[in-house]
Nanobody, 111 residues
């Protein structure tokens, strides 16, 4: 059973920053792409960013230039640095690996 444990969510004012972190238990983490998704109330879950085993990254247009995804294969972690946060970034953020999901961490951006 693969476990993904997120941390780092919270309440922040618009314009502020947060850093999310996800620790994975998969033994082959270093070989797998991993990503962050988010789901706002009443909306579908959407991709925020992902990163391949080789370090190539992909971002949703809405977060390009503001968010940065990174991974540490030795620690089996994937982080999401979120800067210049907007109220529309408010959502539950989920770590995703293969078919597995973390429990989610709430990010709330106030105006």
């Amino acid at each position: 059973q693969v476990q993904l444990v997120e941390s780092g969510g919270g309440l922040v004012q618009a314009g502020g920053s947060l850093r999310l972190s996800c620790v994975a238990s998969h033994s082959l983490f270093r070989l797998l792409p991993v990503g962050w998704y988010r789901q706002a109330p009443g909306k579908q879950r959407e991709l925020v960013a992902n990163i391949t085993s080789g370090g190539s990254t992909n971002y949703a247009d809405s977060v390009k230039g503001r968010f940065t995804i990174s991974r540490d294969n030795a620690k089996k972690t994937v982080d999401l640095q979120m800067n210049s946060l907007k109220t529309e970034d408010t959502a539950v953020y989920y770590c995703h690996l293969i078919t597995f999901w973390g429990q989610g961490t709430q990010v709330t951006v106030s105006s």
